[in-house]
C-alpha cells in the first residue's frame, strides 16, 4: 500500500514572517515599558512605549501593527510583565493607564494607515516627512484622547485636570518620540536592511 505523503503549509510564509515581526514589535513595545521616567504632573510616567506603537505602524503597516499591540496587550494580560516599569495582568488593562494602553493597537493601526496609505506596504523612502509626522501626530492624539479618558474615569478627574495630567505634562516627551521614530526610519542602517 502506497502512501501519498505530500508538503502542505498550514500558513504561507508571509502570513508567517509577518506574524514573527509583529511578535518582535510586541516584544519591543514591552522592552521600551522598562524604560521609565517619573512625571512630577502626572500620575502615570512616561515611558518609550509610545515609540514602539509608532515604529510598529511604520514598519508593519496598518494590519500587523496594529495586530502586533493586540499580541502585546494579550502577552501583559496574560502576565508576562510587559507594561510600565514591568508590571502585568489584567488589573493593568483596567486600571489608570488603561485608556492609554487600549490605544495602542488603534495608534498603531492608524500610523501605518497614513504612512502607507492604506493596508499595502509601501516603501518608507517614498514617505515624505510631513506624511510620516503626520501619521505619528495623529497617534498621539489617538493615544492620548483614550488615555485622559481612561485617567478621568479611574480617578474622578474633571475634564481640564484629566488633559492637564493626561495629555498636556506629556507633549515634551512625545516629541522627542516622534524625532526619535524620524531619525530611526531614516536611518542609512536601517534603509540598509
Known amino acids: 500500500m502506497a502512501t501519498n505523503t505530500e508538503s502542505v503549509d498550514l500558513v504561507g510564509d508571509e502570513a508567517a514572517a509577518n506574524l514573527a515581526r509583529a ?47 493586540v499580541l502585546y496587550l494579550a502577552a501583559g494580560a496574560l502576565g508576562a510583565p510587559v507594561f510600565e516599569g514591568g508590571s502585568a495582568g489584567v488589573g493593568q488593562l483596567v486600571g489608570q493607564s488603561a485608556g492609554y494602553l487600549w490605544s495602542y493597537p488603534l495608534a498603531a493601526a492608524a500610523v501605518g494607515a497614513v504612512v502607507h496609505r492604506g493596508a499595502t506596504l509601501r516603501d518608507l523612502d517614498a514617505v515624505g516627512l510631513p506624511a510620516l509626522v503626520g501619521a505619528m501626530v495623529l497617534g498621539t492624539v489617538l493615544i492620548y484622547g483614550f488615555g485622559v479618558a481612561g485617567l478621568a474615569l479611574v480617578l474622578s478627574l474633571g ?24 531619525g530611526v526610519v531614516r536611518s542609512d542602517a536601517i534603509a540598509a536592511a
Open 159 to 182: 475634564p481640564v485636570e484629566a488633559i492637564t495630567v493626561g495629555a498636556v505634562a506629556f507633549l515634551p516627551a512625545e516629541a522627542l518620540k516622534i524625532a526619535a521614530a524620524v
Open 23 to 69: 511578535a518582535l514589535f510586541a516584544a519591543l513595545v514591552g522592552a521600551f515599558a522598562y524604560v521609565t521616567f517619573p512625571n512630577p504632573v502626572s500620575p502615570v510616567d512616561v515611558t518609550l512605549q509610545v515609540l514602539g506603537v509608532f515604529l510598529a505602524g511604520i514598519f508593519l503597516g496598518p494590519v500587523w501593527g496594529g495586530a502586533s499591540l
